[in-house]
């Protein structure tokens, strides 16, 4: 049957696709826009598997907070290209997305794909942009987080975020130094919060890394293990959040700082996504 160029406009409107793939869908369909519709959605479908194999290493992170920042979501929905990052659609898409995590709470990535935007899942929705844009896209990560005070950072480039959970909050308005916080672990990314949060694995492999180290170096057997442990305390003085030397004020701490901004502050908990 003839499509009217009408009839084309009319269902790209409804779908956003492409015009050519809008004629292919109607004529396929027999005219039928619920069945042209379905079409486009399975388009995606194979779009999305062809390309499953793609790395997203480009997107954008995206926070939500509740009223009384008590609470907060973080997710990475991300993608092929920088240029699609910037895309209207793709970034329209990614804080619905946001917005459904901090009103459902989903208890992981595969239940974020789950959850419901109108009529249609998650899913559905990023595998119909998919159809639409012509990359591979996914929600890569999902994180949350609560305590008397949560802040949040996103560095510039929106492919880097952060939380923070604070504790000793009193009547103190704490958000600026929960903001310094997150620039902190943004740059410095450390490994835990305090030197009682590392991985065992890690520490044992650190011990034995300066162990070896002090070995090349020809120190005496019977010293190996006072040298490592040596070794361990400053990995955790650079890589534990709490003892790093807070960057804008070297002289001093994590835990120093915070603990000027009002007596007893401290971190009870942070997350940290990067895309690419």
């Given at each position: 049957m003839a499509i009217t160029a009408q009839e084309v406009n009319k269902l790209r409107q409804m779908t956003g696709a492409g015009m050519m793939d809008c004629k292919k869908a109607l004529v396929e369909a027999d005219g039928d826009f619920d069945k042209a519709i379905e079409f486009l959605r399975k388009k995606g479908q194979k779009l999305s598997e062809k390309r499953a194999d793609r790395e997203t290493k480009e997107g954008s992170v995206f926070v939500r907070?509740?009223?009384?920042?008590?609470?907060?979501?973080?997710?990475?929905?991300?993608?092929?290209?920088?240029?699609?990052?910037?895309?209207?659609?793709?970034q329209a898409l990614g804080k619905e997305i946001a917005d459904a995590a901090m009103a459902n709470s989903p208890a992981d990535i595969a239940a974020v794909n789950a959850m419901?935007?109108?009529?249609?899942?998650?899913?559905?929705?990023?595998?119909?942009?998919?159809?639409?844009?012509?990359?591979?896209?996914?929600?890569?990560?999902?994180?949350?987080?609560?305590?008397?005070?949560?802040?949040?950072?996103?560095?510039?480039?929106?492919?880097?975020?952060?939380?923070?959970?604070?504790?000793?909050?009193?009547?103190?308005?704490?958000?600026?130094?929960?903001?310094?916080v997150g620039m902190q672990i943004a740059a410095m990314n450390p490994v835990a919060l305090d030197k009682d949060g590392v991985d065992s694995t890690v520490v044992e492999k650190e011990i034995e890394i300066g162990k070896e180290q002090a070995r090349q170096e020809g120190k005496p057997e019977a010293i190996l293990?006072?040298?490592a442990m040596g070794k361990l305390n400053k990995f955790f003085q650079e890589n534990t959040l709490l003892?790093?030397?807070?960057?804008?004020?070297?002289k001093q701490t994590v835990a120093k700082y915070l603990d000027t901004v009002n007596k007893g502050l401290t971190v009870s908990a942070f997350k940290r996504v990067s895309i690419g």
């Amino acid at each position: 049957m003839a499509i009217t160029a009408q009839e084309v406009n009319k269902l790209r409107q409804m779908t956003g696709a492409g015009m050519m793939d809008c004629k292919k869908a109607l004529v396929e369909a027999d005219g039928d826009f619920d069945k042209a519709i379905e079409f486009l959605r399975k388009k995606g479908q194979k779009l999305s598997e062809k390309r499953a194999d793609r790395e997203t290493k480009e997107g954008s992170v995206f926070v939500r907070m509740n009223d009384d920042a008590s609470s907060a979501i973080m997710i990475a929905f991300t993608c092929e290209t920088d240029f699609v990052a910037k895309n209207d659609d793709f970034q329209a898409l990614g804080k619905e997305i946001a917005d459904a995590a901090m009103a459902n709470s989903p208890a992981d990535i595969a239940a974020v794909n789950a959850m419901s935007l109108g009529d249609l899942s998650v899913e559905t929705k990023v595998t119909e942009l998919v159809g639409k844009i012509g990359e591979k896209l996914a929600v890569t990560a999902y994180e949350s987080i609560s305590g008397e005070q949560v802040a949040s950072y996103i560095h510039s480039n929106g492919k880097l975020g952060v939380l923070v959970a604070m504790t000793g909050v009193g009547t103190a308005d704490v958000s600026e130094a929960g903001k310094d916080v997150g620039m902190q672990i943004a740059a410095m990314n450390p490994v835990a919060l305090d030197k009682d949060g590392v991985d065992s694995t890690v520490v044992e492999k650190e011990i034995e890394i300066g162990k070896e180290q002090a070995r090349q170096e020809g120190k005496p057997e019977a010293i190996l293990d006072k040298i490592a442990m040596g070794k361990l305390n400053k990995f955790f003085q650079e890589n534990t959040l709490l003892s790093q030397s807070f960057v804008k004020e070297p002289k001093q701490t994590v835990a120093k700082y915070l603990d000027t901004v009002n007596k007893g502050l401290t971190v009870s908990a942070f997350k940290r996504v990067s895309i690419g």
